[in-house]
């Protein structure tokens, strides 16, 4: 990376859309090396929304450090993400010299100079934090204490894809963290519209046999699919929750799975096929169905189809109320 680096003075750090905890950390957190062991500056950029409660406050912590304004002609690193996986702003004609990640490896061009893509790992900021140690470089408090957010959040507390080097960067910065900043983060206040559109969403829920599917409706932020699916997978006896809900003209989805020799990528693709993007690993993907006019009738018509198919669901079968 710093072979890549050594002739630019600035440049755009681009995490994927709709940035989670692991995305915006492992983003400003590289923005902090390459200003202190490379002299390199940056911008992180991104688009969509930071709508879930935590992230919010989690980026208010940071000083709110990502722009919705893109330099677009700086050179790229893209982190928690990588080209043409459509869930980012990244085009081909960029000039992208390094990607950072944590998920499956997709087809990358041999011309970008750095790729550290390592699936093994549970989360992009333990990759990040092993930067920190590379160059002896001593961790802040608040790099500390939002890094260890960052691999609590994305492996459910070492619980979900976890590697031994998740453990190792987990239970180090746990020592140096900001608790009572921590505590802000994770009992960020929410609306009483958070609890309207859960409730709305635990009557449209079905569950057959092992597997939950359940549809949010209109969406405040697009992570609303995912909090309902990281609720609903801790049901008794449930290996499988599929969540979905309308936001910005799509159909986005959100899979779980509470078995770690499961692959929720895999599912996620069957189910979305050639009408949107999916992808993930392990316990937990995601994945997006353009609509037309916002109208989700007929996506949603095809995606029950594909998930009846993948999980040999007769169409007969309505599937049981949770309330």
Known sequence: MQQALADYKKVLILPHNDPDPDAIIAAFSLRYILS???????QIGYQGIIGRAENRALVRYLGHPLSLSIDFTLPVILVDTQPCVGN????????TLAVIDHHPRKE??????CVDVRPQMGATATII??????????IPAVLATALFYGIKTDTRGLSRGA?????VAYYHLQSQINVEALAEIERAQVPAAYFKSFADALGETRVFDNLVVAYVGNMHYPDMAAEMADQLIRLEEIEWVICSGVYNNKLLLAVRTADDRN???????????????AGGHGTMAGGQIWLKDNQPAD??????KHIRQQFNIQPDVIGQSLI
Do not use: H
């Not at 590697?163 to 453990?167: L, T, V």
């Not at 692959?263 to 993007?277: F, L, R, S, Y």
């Not at 996506?299 to 029950?304: M, V």
């Open 36 to 42: 202190k062991a490379m002299g390199v500056e940056s």
């Open 299 to 304: 996506a949603l018509e095809t995606l029950y």
């Open 88 to 95: 980012n702003p990244w085009q081909p004609n960029m000039q």
């Open 129 to 138: 934090y092993e930067y920190f140690l590379c160059l002896g470089l001593e």
């Open 263 to 277: 692959d929720a990528g895999e599912v996620v693709k069957a189910i979305v096929q050639k009408n949107g993007t």
């Open 108 to 113: 990358i061009a041999a011309e970008i100079p």
């Open 163 to 167: 590697s031994s080097a998740d453990a």
